[in-house]
């Protein structure tokens, strides 16, 4: 299982970044995979999950802002960032449980986690 980030940036308050993430050695679409961050001094934290079925779901921090999408056919998913602020600034990890509770980004008792290298998001402001 493979992850691999990309699209990372430096942007000004209220820009848009697109990031993805290419999955390699599984077929994604029937696990649930999800995005994290982490902000300098701060604890990893999850921001948005996409089930098998395609349901999404996002942490209060994101919701409305950020949308997270999948290729299927290019087994890789999106995170559609929008309206950004400097509170975003932080690692963004992509990441896929091996088995879990509930595929959501808080709470949602992952295990065996695999993760992506990262790819770095800053906001000016």
């Known amino acids: 299982v493979q992850l691999v980030e990309s699209g990372g940036g430096s942007v000004q308050t209220g820009g848009s970044l697109r990031l993805a993430c290419v999955a390699s050695?599984?077929?994604?679409?029937?696990?649930?995979m999800g995005w994290f961050r982490q902000a300098p001094g701060k604890e990893r934290e999850g921001i948005a999950t996409?089930?098998?079925?395609?349901?999404?779901t996002y942490d209060d921090s994101v919701k409305d802002r950020f949308t997270l999408s999948r290729d299927v056919a290019k087994n890789t998913f999106y995170l559609q960032m929008n309206s950004l602020k400097p509170e975003d600034t932080a690692m963004y990890y992509c990441?896929?449980?091996?088995?879990?509770?509930?595929?959501?980004?808080?709470?949602?008792?992952?295990?065996?986690?695999?993760w992506g290298q990262g790819t770095q998001v800053t906001v000016s402001s």
């Open positions: 990441a896929t449980p091996t088995t879990y509770v509930r595929c959501e980004p808080v709470g949602g008792d992952w295990f065996r986690t695999y």
């Open positions: 050695g599984f077929t994604y679409s029937t696990y649930c």
């Open positions: 996409i089930d098998p079925q395609g349901v999404t």
